[in-house]
């Protein structure tokens, strides 16, 4: 058995919340859009991640997922973010901080409390 990529799913009240995360904030880019849909949706990509966007309120409000993305540059990512979307860095983990398992991270919060964790070992 042979796995290449997990591909979380994520849903969101209002999709647009997501995209203000992953897109604006994170320069991932619109792989696949069907935003104007009953079911609104999308899949964004960067490098060779991707994640799938969806507005439904039902699944939104049961599950707020934290996800760790990896990076070996993280000041450079921490930088972007602390200089153009500084509202998503987390209250509690708002700068590059050593920790006790040996990576360095910070993480972000969006609105709805979406959780990515920036995370360099």
């Not at 203000?20 to 991932?28: I, S």
């Not at 920790?99 to 070992?121: H, M, S, Y």
């Amino acid at each position: 058995m042979n796995f290449t990529k997990l591909v979380p799913n994520i849903f969101y009240e209002n999709i647009q919340d997501g995209i203000e995360l992953f897109v604006d904030c994170l320069t991932f880019t619109m792989g696949y859009s069907d935003l104007n849909s009953d079911n609104p949706c999308c899949i964004v990509e960067k490098d060779n991640l991707q994640v799938f966007l969806h507005q439904n309120k039902e699944y939104a409000d049961k599950d707020r997922p934290e996800i760790r993305l990896h990076t070996n540059n993280i000041d450079e990512v921490y930088e972007k973010v602390a200089n153009t979307h500084k509202k998503f860095l987390h209250p509690n983990l708002k700068g590059v901080t050593m920790r006790p398992w040996g990576a360095k991270e910070f993480a972000l919060l969006d609105a709805t409390n979406v959780c990515i964790i920036i995370q360099q070992w």
